[in-house]
């Protein structure tokens, strides 16, 4: 297996090399996801390290580059609702219950995504997960009900309340604003 | 995708892990390839050496059980030939006694009738 672009020589790799490749290769798209799950770059950094040391322990277990990436993604995920539950304290606070920008925070383009990120931080460790793997990483429900063990259905279900969730949300700041 | 969908797409880009981020989980992988520190070539000998004791002396031990056991069932079985051999002697006595008497009663019924 080759995690390298194929433009490079695979035969002319050794499996550290490989590693290496792939961690360069891989390590905004599962520092992002760890990221956008944690909202601290100390811890997400943390999760992705691990997520690539058990990379490392089950090389020999990635087939190909696609299977890589799907490998990451899922790993990632699993490491994320890990660290979820690990964590008892009831920092967590349901999307109905998040604080809404103050009526001074103007919804402008960078804000907005600033605020939008809070919101998915603060949503409830599933959909949070989908709705990042949806709109991070771009994957189909088809692909996230695999990376999750999800149904196909449960995941388009998930996926569309926690979009109108966020966007009734969001409609009702502005109108705050006005 | 919707303006909004496209909003959300937009906050949630991918972003640069920190600096040096590769290189640490370079290192780390190195570290994690090492062969733990309390396992040492050195130590081999003397806990092969440990081991074979222990296994010699469990083996003495259970050979020195069995003997044991061995000697307590000899002897078991010698007292129960010896029980059984006075109480043969005592049924015997209990029988010649009884006959004894027998032939006594008899004798003296027919003496009276006489």
């Known amino acids: ?178 | 995708m919707d303006a909004f969908e496209k909003q959300l797409a937009k906050a949630l880009s991918r972003k640069d892990p920190p600096a040096g981020f590769a290189a640490r989980v370079l290192a780390r992988a190195e570290q994690q390839k090492q062969p733990s520190r309390w396992f040492s070539w050195r130590w081999l000998a003397p806990v092969t050496a440990a081991l074979v004791l222990m296994g010699g002396v469990g083996i003495y031990r259970e050979q020195e059980r069995r003997a044991r056991g061995e000697e307590v069932k000899e002897q078991l079985l010698l007292a129960v030939q010896l029980a059984s051999s006075k109480l043969y002697q005592a049924q015997q006595k209990v029988e010649s006694i009884g006959s004894r008497r027998e032939t006594n009663v008899g004798s003296n019924i027919g003496s009276t009738r006489n």
């Open chain 1, 1 to 178: 297996m080759s995690a390298i672009p194929s433009n490079v020589g695979i035969a002319d790799k050794t499996i550290e090399q490989e590693f290496a490749e792939a961690v360069r290769l891989h390590q905004s798209m599962v520092f992002s996801i760890a990221f956008h799950y944690v909202r601290d770059r100390a811890l997400a950094e943390e999760l992705a390290q691990e997520v690539f040391l058990q990379l490392h322990r089950n090389w020999c277990s990635i087939k190909s580059p696609e299977h890589l990436v799907f490998w990451l993604r899922k790993v990632t995920s699993h490491r994320c609702i890990d660290w979820s539950r690990s964590r008892k304290a009831a920092s967590e606070i349901s999307l109905d219950d998040a604080a809404e920008p103050t009526a001074l925070e103007s919804i402008q383009d960078p804000l907005l995504s600033a605020w939008l990120e809070r919101m998915v931080a603060s949503l409830p460790e599933k959909q949070r997960l989908l709705i990042i793997l949806r709109f991070q990483e771009g994957m189909e429900p088809e692909e996230i009900a695999k990376a999750l063990g999800m149904n196909v259905s449960t995941v388009k279900s998930q996926v569309q309340r926690t979009i109108e969730l966020l966007r009734s949300k969001a409609a009702r700041t502005m109108e705050r604003k006005e």
